[in-house]
């Protein structure tokens, strides 16, 4: 008989190990089954989810110079990484435009020392000077600093995303 095996979806990016028994229900099989051992199957699962970041914009990013108005979008991690990755960014125009935070810390949770906060979306606030109405501002998000326990978010100073916020 076929018998088909499907892995539960996770949120971490590492294959996994398994092992599939087999056992024979004497009340159900003839009696020459009874006591038989079957052979067990070990399994490898080959995840499919990757290191990656995602930028969470509800609407379009625009802000006012007169009055510091301020938008707002959040980031967030993929999957979970094996330590913590540090998440720089850096707008365009460093004058006249602040980013709240500027760098973010997300973590994985191991070693019980950090609580994981690796999927919970981060707020990010921006706001603008005077001197900028017209213009755009592009947001760049590079991973900055890793833990070098994971080597799927390890490339360091690589950009991962980019925003644009449109000054009125």
Not at 12 to 40: F, M, P, Q, W
């Amino acid at each position: 008989q076929r018998v088909e095996v499907l892995a539960a979806a996770d949120a971490d990016k590492d294959d996994e190990k398994a092992t599939i028994t087999h056992t024979v229900i004497a009340a159900r099989s003839a009696n020459e089954y009874d006591g038989l051992r079957v052979a067990s199957l070990d399994l490898t699962v080959d995840d499919n989810d990757d290191a990656g970041v995602t930028l969470i914009v509800s609407e379009p990013l625009v802000v006012s110079e007169d009055g510091g108005t301020t938008t707002t979008y959040w980031v967030v991690l993929d999957t979970r990484p094996d330590g913590t990755v540090g998440i720089s960014i850096e707008p365009s125009n460093r004058d006249k435009v602040k980013v709240e935070p500027s760098w973010l810390y997300l973590s994985g949770g191991y070693h019980g020392r950090i609580w994981p906060d690796w999927d919970m979306p981060q707020k990010i606030t921006v706001t603008v000077d005077e001197g900028v109405a017209g213009e755009t501002v592009t947001l760049i998000h590079k991973i900055a600093d890793i833990n070098a326990a994971d080597w799927d978010y390890a490339l360091e100073d690589t950009e991962v995303g980019r925003l644009t916020v449109r000054v009125e």
